[in-house]
Every structure is written in C-alpha cells, then in structure tokens.
C-alpha cells in the first residue's frame, strides 16, 4: 500500500516512488508498480540526487503539486521526469540543457509530458532564455562546473520568486579536485547564504560521492 511521504511522492513497499503522470511510459528503465488505478513510478536513488537527499533525510519538500521548477542541467530527463510527476498537470518543469546529445533524449521526454518545457541554453546565461519563463517557485540545480555557485545567483536573481526555494547538488571535484570536500561545500553553502536563508545540507554518499545537497528559501 502506498504511504505519502510528501505531497506527491510516495514510498511503495517502504521505496521511494511518484504517481506517474503518464502510465505505461518508462523514462529511464524505472520499475512501475500498479495499485488499483494509480501506476508508481519507483525512484532509483543512485540516478537521482533528488531522491537521494529524500531519503537521507530532507525535511521539507518545496517541490509539491502545482509549482512552477526551473530545472538547470536536465540532461536526459531522469530526475526532471520525476518532478513532473510531483507537480503534475497544474505545475511547469522548465528544463535547461546544453549538451545536445542529452537533449535528444529529453525532447522524447517532454513529448509525453505536457508540464515538461525544454530549454536549449547554457545556465551561465540566463538572460538567453529569459523571455521564456517568469518567476518560479523553485529553481533546481545540478550543474556539475566549477562556476555552479554564479550559475545559481544569476538564475535565482532573474527567476525565484521572494520566498521561493532554491535546491542544488553540488560535486566537490568539478568545483577544485585539489581541495577537500568539506572545505569545499563550506565555501559553497557562505556564498549560497547571500541569496538563500539555507535550511538543509545533505551529503549524498553512498549514492553520490563527494556531493552536497543543499536546500534553502531566497531572502
């Protein structure tokens, strides 16, 4: 029986899933689990930081039914597609990509999901897509470039709402494979501090090494 977690994900035998929005549909070879009329779609926590960060503990969830997420590094739509899901018909997923390759992938995606908008660009340029979207609930980041910090606060400053939330998985190594981790990530969270009021920082071994998940409202 499926218990909810948070508004819109799920744990299906005591495993992490979301309601599909479209039934039938595999995004990533995911398992899809059916009880009565409701199809769950089950979230691999080792090809997700999201899913990830939620099972490690992350306590509260901005991601809900009906928000608006602007997506930085979709790639091929794993975790994009489970946002999908948790916001449903009512929301938007506003997904920027850069590497062409992936972005194959992701169209094929947002043709079955309608609350999926796919964004050729590069998240160090905001501006080139800002006439695309407005302001967002969240904005989602997982951006793996030494730069991942500037990528943020340009985003966030052009498109998160005041009291919106912000949510980034940040690699140690792409930002200084010279220096360790935790010195790092504590670098990171005191720049992250000037926009957003951190409420969460999650480590994301055993499924992502050398990763720090960090969630917080903008000022």
């Known amino acids: 029986m499926a218990e909810e977690k948070f508004p819109g994900v799920f744990l299906v035998g005591g495993r992490l899933a979301t309601k599909s929005l479209t039934p039938g549909f595999r995004v990533y070879g995911e398992k899809l689990v059916r009880e009565g009329d409701t199809e769950y779609r089950m979230w691999d926590l080792h090809r997700s930081k999201l899913a990830a ?3 490690k503990g992350l306590s509260e969830m901005p991601i809900k039914p009906g928000s608006s997420v602007l997506y930085l590094g979709a790639s091929t739509g794993t975790t994009a597609s489970h946002v999908s899901d948790i916001v ?7 997904c920027v990509e850069f590497a062409q390759r992936p972005m194959r992938d992701l169209l094929s995606v947002c043709e079955k999901r309608g609350n999926m908008l796919p964004i050729m660009g590069d998240a160090r340029q905001p501006q080139e897509y800002e006439g695309n979207l407005g302001k967002v609930d969240v904005v989602y980041q997982d951006v793996a470039q030494p730069d991942q910090d500037g990528i943020f606060l340009k985003n966030s400053a052009l498109f998160l709402k005041k009291g919106g939330w912000g949510m980034i998985a940040i690699k140690s190594q792409s930002i200084d494979v010279t220096r360790q981790p935790s010195k790092v990530f504590a670098e990171f969270v ?3 501090g000037r926009e957003i009021e951190v409420r969460a920082q999650i480590e994301l071994s055993p499924y992502d090494l050398d990763h720090l998940f960090i969630a917080g409202r903008k000022k």
Not at 88 to 94: E, K, L, N, R, S
């Open 53 to 55: 960060a939620i099972h």
């Open 88 to 94: 449903g018909a009512d929301g938007a997923v506003y």
């Open 190 to 192: 005191q720049k992250m």
